[in-house]
């Protein structure tokens, strides 16, 4: 019953790409006839113009690649229409390659010129068309399945479509799932028992729903009271059991979720699973900017700092000469911090203080502090003394968002005092953060900055680095915390 329902709805989503698909070409088929002429509408025609019998295969392809038709009732919907954005660009990106391929053969003959080559594929209104389909097609697959998902989960909502799982476990970590899946109502899936971690157990409830029983009894149960899944969540005490009763639940078929008893705030990355000659290799954390988005964030990194530092040129010449002539010492003082991997790097910034070894005092600067100069002052309220770690981010020591580089003596005393301090490693330190734009600078929680931090790490994108961005430009370089 379970699978006759999977496909089902497999058959519905796939239904469903394929008419907006096909709506989607078209559109771009109409509005490319709109702008170069040449409307009269032929059935064959328009099939071989509109590439709508070219477009709707390939789309599937790329959708169940990207495992779009698996049933994932926890998906997020941002994360689907993330996934469907890039499933319909792989399809033009396929399309334009096999239209290539095929010498034209997919466009009506008198928009061809010259001689059936590669090149005279892309004749203006085939490019025209296809920039169209580009935009057109992410955008009404992301509608349909947001509509689809909606539609869903209104109806789970109302306790219709449901799926009724047990949980292994009565502890904390299984009171914390029972409660995850019934707050989130729209997946559909209703808690049906516990199965206490227990061999034995005399207790009949737990959070208001009934306990069957202990491991000892996982088949007794399952066989009188079947469910769709079951959800594993066994305390770290009792790791040790969890090949026995997977092998124990190979004569069921029922889905298995395995619950990690880790802490939320020890996974600052989406935990991802490989295999390696049929040996499963969990990655429990590793960096974000590991694959493209590293090589487009270190891209704008380039370029911004490029920029910035020919904007900036002339406040850098100014203020270089006015701290040379104001106080004794080098303009730009060097002080070394902690990036990417824990790896040290030479730090650049406007001298502010008065000329002795910053380096050596391992404590931040506090308010009216005596060492400060009064040009340097005003250039630490004013955030000027930051602008030479430009040259930093276009040597690649920093990036332009991340959270703040420490010293290394600092570090070393708070990787042992704080938590999960030293997953800040996994990016590089950045010039502005996420905790900086929210206020976090200067002598202020160390705990607040770190929560700040954390939360970048695990919800980086491009999109999030050019969010703070903006932000950083809009509030202003000034701040009160900045001294």
Known sequence: ????????????????????????????????????????????????????????????????????????????????????????????????????????????????????????????????????????????????????????????????????????????????????????????????????????????????????????????????????????????AMSSQLPQILQRLERFAVDIRLIPDVRLKYLPQSMAVSVLEGMPILSYRESPLSGFGGVLKRAIDIVGSFIGLIIFSPIIFGVAILVKCTSSGPAIFRQQRVSLAGDTFWIYKFRTMTNHPQSADPTWTAENDPRVTSVGNWLRRTSLDEIPQLLNVLRGDMSLVGPRPERPELIDRFRDDWRGYMIRQHVKAGMTGWAQVNGLRGNTSLRKRLQYDLFYIRHWSILFDLRILMMTIIRGFVHKNAY
């Open 1 to 236: 019953m379970l699978k006759q329902r999977h496909q089902l709805f497999v058959t519905l989503f796939a239904c469903t790409d394929a008419v907006s698909a096909a709506g989607a070409c078209a559109l771009a088929w109409w509005i490319r006839r709109a702008e170069f002429g040449g409307l009269e509408f032929g059935l064959e025609t328009y099939l071989q113009d509109s590439m709508t019998i070219l477009v709707i295969p390939i789309l599937a392809i790329a959708m169940y690649g990207m495992g779009l038709y698996k049933p994932r009732r926890d998906q997020s919907l941002f994360d689907e229409v993330i996934q469907v954005a890039k499933a319909a660009l792989v399809a033009v990106a396929l399309i334009i390659v096999l239209v290539w391929m095929s010498g034209g053969r997919e466009l009506p003959e008198e928009q061809i010129v010259g001689p059936v080559l590669p090149s005279a594929v892309f004749t203006e209104p085939f490019r025209y068309q296809i920039f169209i389909l580009a935009f057109c097609l992410p955008l009404a697959i992301s509608i349909q399945r947001l509509a689809v998902r909606l539609s869903l989960r209104a109806m789970r909502r109302r306790g219709r479509n449901t799926r009724h799982v047990a949980i292994l476990g009565v502890g904390r970590l299984g009171q914390i799932t029972a409660r995850t899946l019934e707050r989130n109502a729209w997946t559909g899936i209703k808690v049906a028992y516990f199965i206490s971690h227990h061999e034995q157990t005399n207790r009949a409830e737990c959070i208001q729903k009934t306990i069957r029983g202990g491991t000892n009894e996982i088949e007794l149960i399952l066989e009188k009271y079947p469910v769709d899944a079951i959800y594993i969540a066994l305390p770290n």
